[in-house]
C-alpha cells in the first residue's frame, strides 16, 4: 500500500513528477541534451536567487558534501557541529584529508555566529562547513547572521548544506554571499532521490583550481568551465532526473516561490502548534525548522508503534534520529505537502493516540 511520506527525505512526488521520469532517453552529448540544460539552469538560478553557476551532480548530496570540502579547502576547515548530518561533514572532511576542526553544539541547539566569528578570528581557516537546517534535530541555523560574520572573513569559503531547507525557506544566495550552498532533490524539492545540486561561486571555482588530490567525478573546474560552457555535464547524468527537474521547476515557479515558502511557513507552525499542545519542541526555541519539526515524546508513547497504525491508514511519519530514536520524533513539513494534508495527518495521529 502506497504511504504518504512525512519523512524529511524521501519526500511525497506528485505523479505528474513520477511521469516525467519515464521520458524517452537522449544521448547527453546531444544538443537536445544541451537544449534541457539550457533550460533547467536559469531555472535553478532563479529560485536560487544567484548568478552562480549550477553544479547538476548524479550523486546524493553527500557527494556534493564531500565534493566542497575537496574543491574549496586547503589550509583547514571549521566544521559546525550540531547534530548527525553537521557531525557528518566534519567525518567527511577528516576522511579526505583535510585539517579540520569541530565546532560543536549540543544536538537540538543551533550553531551561533559569535562561535563562528571567534573561531574564525584566529586566523587558521580557509572553509567553513555550515548545515542550514539539521534535519536529524529539527532545528534551523541562523543563515542570515552567520553569513553577516562571513563578511569579515573574505578569504574563507563559505560552504552550505542547505539539503533540507533548499526551496522550502527562501535562501539568496548572492546576497548572502555564499560560496557552494548544496542539497538533494529527494528533500524540499520533492523529486526521487538520485540527484544533487550546488551554485557555486566563482571564488570557489577559483580555489578551486589550487585544489589537490580533489579527484575528477566532483572537480569544479572541469564540470563548471570545460563542460558547462557547453551546457553539458562531465559524465552521463541521471536523465530521467533532468526531465522531471525541468518539469518540477516549472511547477515550483508556477506556485510562486513567496507562495512555496509561505506554504512551508504554515504546515510547520501548524505542526508546532499541536506538538506544543501535546508534547514539546525538541529544538531551541527561536530555531525551529520550518520543513521539519523535532518532538520531544513527552508522553512515552511507542513511535514505532504510532507508525505502524499510521500505515495502516496511508500516512509515515519519522522516528527520532540515531540517538533520539523512541525519545523523539518528526514529522517533515517539506516539498509539496499542502496543510490539508498536514492537518489530516495531524488527526489522524490524535485519533491514534486518543488526544
Ligand atoms: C538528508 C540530508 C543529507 C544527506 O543526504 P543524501 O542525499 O542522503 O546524501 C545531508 N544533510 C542534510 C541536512 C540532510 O537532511
Redesign the pocket.
Known amino acids: 500500500m502506497r504511504k504518504k511520506l512525512f519523512i524529511?527525505?524521501p519526500t511525497e512526488v506528485r505523479d505528474e513528477v513520477l511521469e516525467a521520469m519515464g521520458h524517452y532517453m537522449i544521448g547527453h552529448r546531444s544538443g537536445d541534451f544541451s537544449a534541457l540544460f539550457d533550460r533547467i539552469i536559469p531555472k535553478v538560478q532563479e529560485t536560487l536567487y544567484t548568478k552562480n553557476k549550477i553544479f547538476l551532480s548524479s550523486?546524493?548530496?553527500?557527494?556534493l558534501?564531500e565534493a566542497s570540502v575537496r574543491n574549496c579547502a586547503s589550509k583547514k576547515v571549521l566544521n559546525c557541529m550540531c547534530g548527525a548530518?553537521?557531525d557528518?561533514w566534519y567525518g567527511i572532511t577528516q576522511s579526505c584529508d583535510i585539517p579540520c576542526d569541530p565546532l560543536q553544539v549540543e544536538w537540538g541547539k543551533a550553531v551561533k555566529p559569535e562561535m563562528i566569528d571567534k573561531a574564525l578570528s584566529t586566523g587558521q581557516y580557509d572553509a567553513i562547513t555550515f548545515?542550514?537546517?539539521?534535519?536529524?534535530t529539527g532545528v534551523m541555523n541562523p543563515l542570515e547572521e552567520v553569513a553577516e560574520v562571513m563578511r569579515k572573513y573574505p578569504d574563507v569559503m563559505f560552504l552550505v548544506?542547505a539539503?533540507?531547507s533548499m526551496v522550502g525557506v527562501k535562501i539568496e544566495v548572492d546576497k548572502l554571499g555564499i560560496d557552494v550552498i548544496l542539497a538533494?532533490v529527494?528533500?524540499a524539492w520533492a523529486l526521487p532521490?538520485g540527484l544533487?545540486l550546488a551554485a557555486v561561486s566563482q571564488r570557489a571555482i577559483d580555489k578551486s583550481r589550487e585544489a589537490k588530490g580533489k579527484g575528477y567525478y566532483f572537480d569544479f573546474v572541469v564540470m563548471l568551465e570545460k563542460y558547462y560552457d557547453k551546457s553539458q555535464t562531465t559524465t552521463t547524468p541521471s536523465l530521467p532526473h533532468f526531465f522531471a527537474l525541468d518539469v518540477q521547476l516549472d511547477r515550483i515557479l508556477k506556485e510562486g516561490l513567496d507562495n512555496r515558502f509561505q506554504r512551508h511557513a504554515d504546515m510547520a507552525n501548524y505542526v508546532r502548534d499541536w506538538a506544543r499542545q501535546y508534547f514539546s519542541m525538541f529544538s531551541e526555541p527561536g530555531y525551529e525548522s520550518q520543513t521539519v519539526s523535532c518532538m520531544n515524546n513527552t508522553r512515552g508513547i511507542s513511535v514505532s508503534d504510532l507508525n505502524k497504525e499510521l500505515g495502516n491508514r496511508g500516512f509515515t511519519i519519522s522516528n527520532g534520529y540515531g540517538k533520539l530514536k523512541e525519545k523523539a520524533f518528526r514529522i517533515a513539513t517539506m516539498g509539496d505537502l499542502t496543510l490539508e494534508e498536514i492537518k489530516e495527518l495531524i488527526d489522524n495521529i490524535n485519533d491514534i493516540l486518543g488526544l
Not at 550523486?59 to 557527494?63: A, D, L, P
Request: hydrophobic share 20%.
Open positions: 524529511p527525505g550523486s546524493s548530496s553527500t557527494g558534501m548530518f553537521s557528518r548545515v542550514h537546517n539539521e534535519t536529524s548544506d539539503v533540507s538533494g529527494q528533500k532521490p544533487a
